[in-house]
């Protein structure tokens, strides 16, 4: 019966591991034993030189997600895959993934077809204000909301320290 494992992987070798796996199911004949691998990511935009940029960032990093019908053959090409060092679970019986961890862990990305916004800004770091009604004041930022992709910034307006709430877009680090 195909089911979801989770393998560990030397971090930032997760891709690595799924050419080297996919490789040796071929060279080893076991397709019929292993369906997919996968290693689950998401979309993050981000702010770099002003511009806004799309990467692809590891949601789990030091793991890859296999579907497979375990019996000891396909357990065996698994394990002597060059980077993983394991599967998550007892060390003798590999534990699968539920059906509700599948669909969050695999169907993140498609559910954000939007872009996640990411911060790379840091509380109390100085910004200069670049757009809206509020541009060319600098403040320091006092909170980062990462969901709404916004800012708190404490301007001086009038001697006066304000809380401005501002997108991501609208400031530029100092």
């Given at each position: 019966m195909?089911?979801?494992y989770v393998?560990?992987?030397?971090s930032?070798?997760e ?6 796996l996919?490789?040796r199911?071929?060279?080893l004949g076991?397709?019929r ?6 290693v689950?990511?998401e ?6 030189d002003n511009?806004k940029?799309?990467v692809e960032?590891?949601t789990?990093?030091g793991y890859?997600l ?14 002597g895959?060059?980077g993983v060092t394991g ?9 699968p ?8 862990l695999?169907h993140r990305a498609?559910v954000?077809?939007?872009?996640r ?7 109390g770091e100085a910004?200069?204000?670049?757009a809206?009604?509020?541009s060319?004041?600098s403040?320091?930022i ?5 969901d709404?992709?916004r800012l ?11 809380p401005?709430e501002?997108?991501?877009d ?5």
């Amino acid at each position: 019966m195909f089911r979801w494992y989770v393998i560990n992987t030397y971090s930032g070798h997760e891709n690595k591991v799924k050419q080297n796996l996919e490789h040796r199911v071929v060279s080893l004949g076991q397709q019929r034993a292993v369906r997919q691998v996968v290693v689950p990511t998401e979309s993050v935009s981000e702010m770099k030189d002003n511009q806004k940029v799309t990467v692809e960032k590891r949601t789990m990093p030091g793991y890859v997600l296999v579907n497979m019908d375990l019996d000891e053959d396909s357990w065996g090409v698994v394990r002597g895959t060059p980077g993983v060092t394991g599967f998550v679970g007892s060390e003798h019986k590999p534990v699968p993934l539920t059906r509700p961890e599948v669909d969050r862990l695999l169907h993140r990305a498609e559910v954000a077809a939007a872009p996640r916004a990411r911060a790379q800004f840091a509380i109390g770091e100085a910004v200069k204000v670049i757009a809206g009604p509020l541009s060319d004041f600098s403040g320091e930022i006092s909170e980062i909301n990462d969901d709404a992709a916004r800012l708190k910034v404490l301007v001086s307006i009038f001697g006066r320290e304000t809380p401005v709430e501002v997108g991501f877009d609208q400031v530029k680090k100092l």
